[in-house]
């Protein structure tokens, strides 16, 4: 028998997951809009590298989401 608290914790950290990933997908949305508006060079530069990391960060949150889907929150919902 599954540990209901264990279940639970699991569901709230994929729920905090799921709302990291949104911000994270919009973060790379409007930077790659910013990056296609702004004419300074170093502007320019500066949000392509935030862009990179707003890409990094969305494969590591979705790793982590499919770690807990993959230990049995599948389940959740």
Do not use: F
């Not at 608290?5 to 799921?18: G, H, P, Q, V, Y």
């Not at 409007?30 to 702004?38: G, L, P, T």
């Amino acid at each position: 028998m599954r540990d209901i608290a264990t279940d639970r914790s699991k569901e709230n950290d994929l729920r905090i997951l799921e709302q990291a990933l949104a911000l994270e997908i919009e973060a790379t949305r409007r930077y790659q809009e910013q990056h296609d508006i702004v004419k300074d060079p170093e502007i320019h530069t500066l949000l392509e590298g935030l862009h990179r990391n707003e890409v990094d960060h969305e494969k590591i949150i979705r790793g982590h989401i499919l770690r807990l889907i993959g230990s049995g929150s599948d389940r959740i919902g």
